[in-house]
T-cell receptor
């Protein structure tokens, strides 16, 4: 069964600190892996999309890594800001289209001043 | 900027009522999707559409139907709402995957069925 597991479930850090969120998946075949940010009560917003051949992708203070051999990804947030408080969702696509996405349950990140 | 809008942010309906959730996108995207999001379960695909008048079942279509009469609009219909359909409903749109993998989500409709 295709699965995406994220850890930790929740995380609290001080403003200005760095953090890393983890994503392990068992989806096969593999097309691409995405990280989304979802603010409370809002729809998810795309941060990065990585295909099989990409192992790092950055979007401002967000850097995602992908190890397709071990089926692991991480999202690193640098110099966190209060606005980074949100849920971060890892999503893996098992084929070329968007109808075979497997969603993780997310990591709830809280930044405190 | 891509914009996906949903007709209501919050909705309260009674068991047995027919419920319409509307989604409109302004980027001329061919593909549109309806998901529901429940705590601890992640997003699950209900229905999707690759073109006007086309619809395909997702992973959990039971109790739902959809309509796509115009390219920009994709409606989700609950024929007879039940309490287990209380959830956050998210609409998304995107280009065909040979052009882009990006999906753009609406703000969501939180539906409560009592």
């Amino acid at each position: 069964k295709n699965q995406v597991e994220q850890s930790p479930q929740s995380l609290i850090i001080l403003e200005g600190k760095n953090c890393t969120l983890q994503c392990n998946y068992t989806v096969s075949p593999f097309s691409n892996l995405r990280w989304y940010k979802q603010d409370t009560g809002r729809g998810p917003v795309s941060l990065t999309i990585m295909t099989f051949s990409e192992n790092t992708k950055s979007n401002g203070r967000y850097t995602a890594t992908l190890d397709a051999d071990t089926k692991q990804s991480s999202l690193h947030i640098t110099a966190s800001q209060l606005s980074d408080s949100a849920s971060y969702i890892c999503v893996v696509s098992g084929n070329f289209g968007n109808e075979k996405l497997t969603f993780g349950t997310g990591t709830r990140l809280t930044i405190i001043p | 900027d891509v914009k996906v809008t949903q007709s209501s942010r919050y909705l309260v309906k009674r068991t047995g009522e027919k419920v319409f959730l509307e989604c409109v996108q302004d980027m001329d995207h061919e593909n549109m999707f309806w998901y529901r999001q429940d705590p601890g379960l992640g997003l699950r695909l209900i229905y999707f559409s690759y073109d006007v008048k086309m619809k395909e079942k997702g992973d959990i279509p039971e109790g739902y139907s959809v309509s796509r009469e115009k390219k920009e609009r994709f409606s989700l219909i609950l024929e007879s709402a039940s309490t287990n359909q209380t959830s956050m409903y998210l609409c998304a749109s995107g280009l065909p995957p040979d052009l882009s993998y990006e999906q753009y989500f609406g703000p969501g409709t939180r539906l409560t069925v009592t």
